[in-house]
């Protein structure tokens, strides 16, 4: 007697549900995460009624100068006669401006990177400027972008002349390459002028 062979298990299928279920919950997640954010911008964006003071103004939207219920009040809440035609100039309150920075309010030095020297022949230098500002950060800040010409005498070629530049306390410079005639020959740097616009 044949007996047919048993026909073979079919493979489990992947169970996709847990995955169709888990991508369900983070995208409501996100989508209720979303729609309250939202909700809160637009909450943060309606007027509310403000707890200081009300305007000295007969118009409670404007802000001095205008025409208040004694007279015009000016920009500093003080008041002017009621017979004014017209209202006073506004003048915005003026902030001194610093000083300009000159060359006296720095010291520079040289940073010697290398220095290797061929007996009588001279060295060849590598030296880049070091930039310390005698006054506070705050200062130096106030001035925005700034450059600095500065000389670096010693070169066997004369004189090289060079600018750094900084914004507050961030000073980018470069190095520089220098070929003295000696061994002896002293390197020295002096600040030529400063600039900020």
Same mark, same amino acid.
């Given at each position: 007697?044949?007996?047919?062979?048993?026909?073979?298990?079919?493979?489990?299928?992947?169970?996709?549900?847990?995955?169709?279920?888990? %991508?369900?919950? =983070?995208?409501?997640?996100?989508? /209720?995460?979303?729609?309250?954010?939202?909700?809160?911008?637009?909450?943060?964006?309606?007027? =509310?009624?403000?707890?200081?003071?009300?305007?000295?103004?007969?118009?409670?939207?404007?802000?001095?100068?205008?025409?208040?219920?004694?007279?015009?009040?000016?920009?500093?809440?003080?008041?002017?006669?009621?017979?004014? /035609?017209?209202?006073?100039?506004?003048?915005?309150? %003026?902030?001194?401006?610093?000083?300009?920075?000159?060359?006296?309010?720095?010291?520079?030095?040289?940073? %010697?990177?290398?220095?290797?020297?061929?007996?009588?022949?001279?060295?060849?230098? =590598?030296?880049?400027?070091?930039?310390?500002?005698?006054?506070?950060?705050?200062?130096? /800040?106030?001035?925005?972008?700034?450059?600095?010409?500065?000389?670096?005498?010693?070169?066997?070629?004369? %004189?090289?002349?060079?600018?750094?530049?900084?914004?507050?306390?961030?000073?980018? /410079?470069?190095?520089?390459?220098?070929?003295?005639?000696?061994?002896?020959?002293?390197?020295? =740097?002096?600040?030529?002028?400063?600039?900020?616009?």
């Amino acid at each position: 007697m044949y007996i047919p062979p048993e026909p073979a298990a079919r493979p489990a299928k992947p169970r996709r549900w847990p995955w169709i279920l888990a %991508t369900a919950i =983070v995208v409501a997640a996100l989508t /209720a995460t979303l729609t309250l954010v939202l909700l809160s911008n637009e909450r943060d964006g309606k007027k =509310v009624a403000s707890k200081s003071t009300p305007s000295p103004c007969r118009d409670q939207t404007l802000k001095p100068p205008c025409q208040g219920i004694s007279g015009w009040v000016l920009a500093d809440g003080s008041y002017e006669s009621s017979t004014r /035609a017209t209202p006073p100039a506004y003048v915005a309150p %003026t902030t001194p401006s610093p000083p300009p920075l000159t060359p006296a309010d720095f010291t520079l030095d040289l940073k %010697t990177y290398s220095k290797k020297c061929f007996g009588s022949a001279g060295c060849s230098v =590598v030296v880049e400027p070091a930039l310390t500002y005698k006054g506070s950060a705050e200062t130096m /800040a106030s001035h925005g972008k700034c450059s600095l010409t500065y000389d670096i005498t010693g070169d066997e070629s004369g %004189t090289v002349t060079d600018t750094l530049s900084f914004v507050g306390t961030s000073v980018t /410079a470069h190095r520089s390459v220098l070929s003295t005639p000696s061994s002896k020959t002293k390197v020295t =740097v002096k600040i030529v002028s400063v600039s900020c616009t």
